[in-house]
Nanobody
């Protein structure tokens, strides 16, 4: 099993920045990718960014150029969010994929961007 704990959410004005952190524990040696998803009220959960153990990253089109995902290639992943917009308001979830094709989720952290 893998446990994930997010931190760093909060309230920020449009144009501001936030940095989310996620710490994994448990069978971290089996993690081969970590990422961030978000879910806004009334909408489906969507992938925001992902980083693989090789260091490759991918982003949703809506956040390219504004968000940056990084990690320590062990048990931590971060999401630097700049130039935030009201439409970025959502609960942000940390996600981990393992070598045995299991998926784990954190409980989420609220990000609210005011206009």
């Amino acid at each position: 099993q893998v446990q994930l704990v997010e931190s760093g959410g909060g309230l920020v004005q449009a144009g501001g920045s936030l940095r989310l952190s996620c710490v994994a524990s448990g069978r971290i040696s089996t993690i081969n990718a970590m990422g961030w998803y978000r879910q806004a009220p009334g909408k489906q959960r969507e992938l925001v960014a992902r980083i693989r153990s090789a260091g490759t990253t991918s982003y949703a089109d809506s956040v390219k150029g504004r968000f940056t995902i990084s990690g320590n290639n062990a048990n931590k992943v971060y999401l630097q969010m700049n130039s935030l917009k009201p439409e970025d308001t959502a609960v942000y979830y940390c996600n981990a994929l393992t070598t045995w094709s299991s998926e784990f989720w954190g409980r989420g952290t609220q990000v609210t961007v005011s206009s």
